[in-house]
């Protein structure tokens, strides 16, 4: 079992090459291995292209040997039409005899289809390998089928004595809390979530843009909160850099369960995951409901003395590093569980 755990971790390790740009497809690494050597590699295209286990097969240079060998990916191959053919088919098809999945694919067009026609063909196939690593991995792919909702990211940054923002400001514009190496972090993390959310007051104090500019990559989906429709064209988040989607209360309820209502909504638009920007009110909302998964909060080292105070939320601690002078605290909610996710 050990030889298929570092397979598997490779599988993994590749897989991050499609953050950002798989959404809605999970993004899958997938490795073939002829006699112990790597034959093989591939991982999930942009939507609408490959799957890993294509790209993996299509890279092999000889293809006489993909029938002694063993075939690796972190989640179950597919057996449905979608936008490419099943991958399952595919590796009948090249009587790949050896198949080591990392976690079924619980979507329900597949959860479990993939395997058994693979056995049913013939094939041996083990499952489960790193499965608790696999289902982390795929934790947006999971969390948008098993929960419904996208897989939610609160970020902040708050000042040494708790605040997000100051009592007064001259400008509409941003007040920075963190230094320009923090703020370079956030934008790639725009770059590698599906959407980012955020309310009308901010947008009004703030005018963000919301899109990648320190960064190389592709412009989050911007999600605003706009219920009265009172926002014009003329703000940031409106320009053609990235698509907006503005939500008011003709798609949803405003008065009752909001952030889970949020959270339907975007499901209905294949969102799997976003990051929640503010400002307060809109963190506590999805604090208080306890729809979240994951809290990145910065401590920069100003202080405002009054002000926004920033969300009060309790959550399991799970990493903290240091960005220059800047503090970064990354939580999970204690209630997401990537084991039974």
């Not at 050896?98 to 058994?116: E, L």
Request: aromatic share 8%.
């Amino acid at each position: 079992m050990k030889i298929h755990e570092k397979y598997i971790k490779r599988c993994i390790e590749i897989a991050k090459n499609g953050l950002g740009s798989t959404a809605p497809n999970p993004m899958v690494g997938c490795v073939i291995v002829h006699n112990n050597i790597i034959i093989g590699e591939g991982f999930t295209s942009p939507f609408g292209g490959n799957h890993a286990e294509v790209n993996a097969i299509q890279s092999v240079t000889d293809e006489t040997l993909l029938k002694e060998a063993t075939l690796y990916v972190t989640l179950e191959p597919c057996s449905h039409y979608g936008k490419t053919p099943p991958c399952s088919d595919l590796i009948i098809d090249k009587r790949i005899p050896n198949i080591v999945i990392g976690t079924i694919d619980t979507h329900s067009k597949v959860a479990g289809n993939g395997i058994k026609k693979l056995q049913a063909a013939g094939c041996d196939v083990t499952v489960g390998v790193l499965e608790n690593t696999c289902k982390k991995h795929h934790k947006r792919f999971f969390t948008f089928h098993n929960k419904k909702r996208p897989y939610i990211i609160l970020k902040w940054a708050e000042t040494s004595d708790g605040f997000i923002a100051p009592k007064t400001k001259p400008d509409k514009k941003p007040v920075w809390i963190t230094n320009p190496y923090s703020r370079q972090l956030v934008h790639k993390w725009r770059a590698v979530e599906q959407a980012i959310l955020i309310g009308t007051n901010t947008i009004i104090e703030d005018n963000p843009s919301l899109t990648v500019r320190s960064w190389t990559g592709k412009n989050p989906i911007r999600i605003v909160l706009d219920r009265t429709h009172k926002l014009s064209k003329d703000y940031a988040v409106f320009n053609k850099e990235a698509e907006t989607i503005r939500i008011t209360e003709k798609d949803i309820n405003f008065n009752k369960s909001l952030a889970s209502n949020i959270c339907n909504y975007l499901h209905s638009k294949d969102i799997q995951s976003v990051i929640i920007e503010g400002g307060s009110k809109t963190l506590q909302t999805f604090i208080d409901e306890n729809v979240w998964d994951e809290a990145r909060v910065f401590t920069g080292t100003n202080t405002f003395k009054t002000g926004v105070k920033a969300p009060v939320f309790k959550g399991k601690l799970m990493s903290e590093i240091q960005i220059l002078d800047d503090t970064l605290k990354t939580y999970h909610n204690k209630l997401t569980d990537f084991h039974k996710i």
